[in-house]
């Protein structure tokens, strides 16, 4: 029965929510990176090149941009859905959307009462009204308007509580030259550094969950990514492939566009499997992958290579494994995830989109060939010791970097590597 | 021989009949196959639920397939009665309702739901505020239809979602949109609508495919069982041929709405003065109904005779639902709007579709005129 009853609660808040429906405009807020003397521009232009690509979609949206701010105007646009997708530029720190109204008394307040009986707040909201005023040819000044708007809302909207200090609602409104800009949400942003102004890395991209927010973390910290990825078929097959597409496609959304590199990974990988070492082989399996990874960033232009590792999550990742790894990249092997728990990531995860695909169950190459017991304290000179005496182990790399295929992926488009299996009758866009 | 019964199939567009040929030819892989030709299959229909998606502006895996609009409703209903019975055992929806709705209804009420048959207007319009009143805290569903299939009366699905929700927001609402899609706007968020079936075969594409939109996080009871086909929501190999060309089917009609309404509601208004003017008939559909449905009776006569007639004389037409058309019955829904028992029986239901033209229906409103003169001697003789 108390079940039943929580069906007619109004579990929403105080009603602030809701002003997206109506707005005309959003208001988009830089990040920390606003502290940043020189790069600052640097910053915000990537920042507005970023949101240009996202808006893509949208084509009656147009942009301005001024003092740590990007207005969009909407022009018609779903606000929501731009919202959905704007919170996700990196460096944006918050959004508002806003109801604009001419820059005379008499629109501002008729607009701002509109507003307020959309908004809807519940009887018994703390409010505030916080007017400034940018052009200073209004005639009446700011602490003048707080007044002279609030005073007639609150008489039209009973049941608010004026508080100044932390009012649960505050309607802003920003007079400027020409257009008033009325607002009460904030919408929390991603945050973070603008997409490409601390440098490029590879990513490692196997398919599993850890991977892809390894990825979207790096970019949040303006980390321009590109992907690697190692399959072997036929021991993976081609949807474990599609699902390493369909993955970057995700992270393109936050990056407008991403390198996949798809290296063939089967004749190392299978090369190990000969060598009477099989508690090894994930420990060599590993090195061979940042080995090639290596040689693609260097080829690249990237100073660092990422990859989802967990600390202690699996053999591969406890902390002698990561010792003997590592050192198989003279780069940095930045690793976002290393301190995280399972859970955590699971649901970063779900907030960046890559779940779904992540639980996709096909295998891939990290889970083929896992012998009974992987050692979790491999020997590093053993390990040396095998690669150096692995009859072409040096050419098998070489084969893997050469037989790379790169695809640049894209949001929406449909960009996806040449098959390893020729297609069949394929997909004609004219039967849809 | 001119075909006016698009409301109960319209002619498959030329586009889909080519889709549906080269599909079967190409793609007869089982979808959920491991090979290549299997997954090149799987990826036409997740491409056909993009395409929809798109067009009912939802997300792709809130597209359902099935194998036709009764499908679709019977697994609304159905399905969200059994997955939801925690809730309550209570169901609330129309007397003006398609069969596959009602009969799904009064099958849960065999079971022990108690369903309320909320009754329209003499307008055959349900008033949103009877919908509402009708709720209680134990309501797992409303089923409302958005565009009635006999007479083509529109309800107002905004107001009767708003009062659904306002009364109790865990009740679900499906809409039967097969004969609204393609003629009038389409807006699941608006009504909140958790549920919305649709009949490609009604909006020229193929038969033998149904869509049921699931809005994330409603889930329902599956039906049929056997396999994790469709999110595990319906089993069954997926009809690929019929998935794609539906899609097509439902982009091309979405599309065209505009252009087709422009085109429509010239000719009914035309054809609904022309009745209006004949004083042996007596109209059902109205001006603010869809746009390629009208409705009059014929009191006295039975509605099929006079089809038998206008048929002689070269046009096809309806005496009302072609799922209940066989029933030799006063129709449910003129009963339901109060009409009495002679013009129930006495029904016929012109529908329009895009070939039709001003001299098409010149020569309709010729036909019905000669057709009720040869018939009137007989009037009243009939019962």
């Known amino acids: 029965m108390k079940d039943i009853e929580n069906g007619f609660a109004d579990e929403s808040g105080p009603g602030t929510t809701r002003s997206i429906e109506y707005a005309d405009m959003l208001l988009l807020r830089f990040g920390e990176f606003t502290l940043k003397g020189k790069n600052r521009s640097r910053f915000e232009k990537t920042v507005l090149r970023h949101v240009k690509e996202m808006i893509r979609p949208f084509p009656k949206v147009t942009l301005s941009k001024e003092f740590g701010r990007i207005y969009v105007q909407l022009n018609g646009e779903p606000a929501e859905e731009l919202a959905d997708v704007l919170r996700n530029v990196f460096g944006i720190a918050s959004i508002s959307p806003v109801k604009v109204s001419l820059s005379d008394f008499d629109d501002i307040l008729a607009v701002s009462q509109n507003f307020l009986r959309i908004a809807a707040p519940p009887a018994g909201t703390t409010f505030k009204v916080n007017v400034r005023r940018v052009w200073k040819e209004f005639p009446y000044g700011s602490i003048e308007m707080n007044k002279l708007i609030s005073t007639p809302l609150l008489q039209s909207y009973p049941g608010l509580l004026v508080d100044v200090k932390s009012p649960q609602m505050e309607l802003r409104i920003e007079i400027r030259e020409g257009h008033t800009y009325i607002f009460c949400e904030n919408i929390a942003g991603v945050g973070g550094f603008p997409l490409g102004t601390n440098g490029k890395a590879m990513l490692l991209l196997s398919g599993g969950i850890d991977s892809p927010v390894a990825g979207w973390s790096s970019m949040r910290r303006g980390l321009e990514v590109e992907c690697v990825h190692f399959y072997s078929f036929p021991y993976t097959s081609e949807l474990a492939r599609q699902k390493v597409v369909d993955l970057t496609r995700v992270l393109s959304r936050y990056a407008g566009v991403i390198k996949l590199h798809l290296v063939p990974f089967t004749e190392v990988q299978t090369s190990f499997t000969g060598i009477g070492q099989d508690n090894l082989i994930i420990t060599l399996m590993r090195r061979a992958m940042l080995r090639i990874a290596t040689r693609l960033a260097e080829r690249e232009g990237a100073l660092a290579l990422v990859t989802g590792e967990s600390l202690g999550q699996v053999a591969s990742q406890t902390l002698s494994s990561m010792n003997v790894i590592g050192r198989a990249t003279p780069l940095p092997l930045l690793r976002p995830l290393v301190m995280m728990d399972k859970s955590e990531i699971v649901e970063l995860s779900k907030t960046v989109g890559t779940y779904d695909l992540s639980i996709l169950p096909y295998e891939d190459c990290c889970t083929l060939f896992v012998p009974k017991s992987p050692t979790t304290n491999p020997n590093l000179r053993i390990v040396d010791k095998i690669e150096a005496t692995l009859p072409g182990y040096s050419a098998l790399l070489d084969a893997a970097v050469a037989g790379t295929e790169t695809v640049t992926i894209t949001p929406y488009g449909d960009e996806k590597p040449s098959d390893v299996v020729p297609a069949q009758a394929g997909l004609q866009e004219e039967w849809f | ?383």
């Open chain 2, 1 to 383: 021989m001119l075909y006016w019964d698009y409301a109960a199939a319209a002619p498959p567009y030329d586009e889909v009949v080519e889709t549906v040929e080269q599909i079967m030819r190409l793609h007869y892989a089982n979808p959920s196959s491991l090979h290549r030709a299997g997954m090149e299959a799987e990826r036409l229909i997740t491409r056909a639920r993009e395409v929809c998606a798109a067009a009912l502006a939802v997300q792709p895996h809130e597209i359902l397939f099935t194998s036709g609009a009764t499908e679709s409703n019977n697994l609304a209903i159905k399905g969200a009665a059994l997955q939801y019975q925690g809730r309550g055992r209570h169901i609330v929806t129309t007397q003006l309702e398609h069969p596959s709705v009602y009969e799904s209804c009064r099958q849960l009420r065999e079971l022990g739901w108690e369903v309320t048959f909320v009754a329209p207007a003499s307008t055959g319009i349900v008033d949103p505020a009877d919908i509402a009143a009708a709720i209680r805290p134990d309501t797992v569903l409303v089923s409302v239809m958005h565009v009635n299939n006999e007479i083509g009366t529109v309800q107002p699905l905004r107001e009767i979602g708003q009062g659904i929700k306002a009364v109790n927001r865990r009740t679900l609402f499906h809409v039967d949109g097969v004969q609204g899609y393609g003629k009038l706007e389409t807006r699941l968020k608006e009504w909140q609508a958790e549920l919305y079936s649709l009949s490609p075969h009604k909006i020229r594409g193929p038969r033998g495919t149904g869509i049921l939109v699931v809005r994330e996080g409603t889930a329902l009871f599956p039906l049929l069982t056997g396999g994790s086909h469709e999110h595990g929501n319906r089993a069954g190999t997926e009809n690929v041929a019929g998935i794609v060309a539906s899609a097509k089917a439902v982009r091309m009609s979405g599309e065209r709405r505009e252009d087709l309404r422009r085109q429509l509601i010239p000719l009914r208004n035309r054809l609904l003065h022309f009745i209006a003017a004949m004083p042996e008939l007596v109209l059902n559909s109205r001006e603010d109904g869809a746009p390629h449905i009208v409705h009059f009776s014929y009191p006295g006569m039975k509605g099929e005779v006079l089809a038998r007639k206008l048929e002689e004389l070269g046009m096809t037409v309806s005496t009302r639902s072609a799922c209940s058309s066989r029933l030799a019955e006063p129709s449910r829904i003129l009963l339901s709007m109060g009409r009495d028992v002679p013009a129930a029986l006495g029904g016929i239901r012109i529908s329009l579709g895009d070939i039709h033209t001003e001299a098409d229906a010149a020569l309709l409103e010729q036909a019905l005129l000669a057709a009720v003169q040869s018939l009137k001697k007989a009037e009243g003789g009939m019962k």
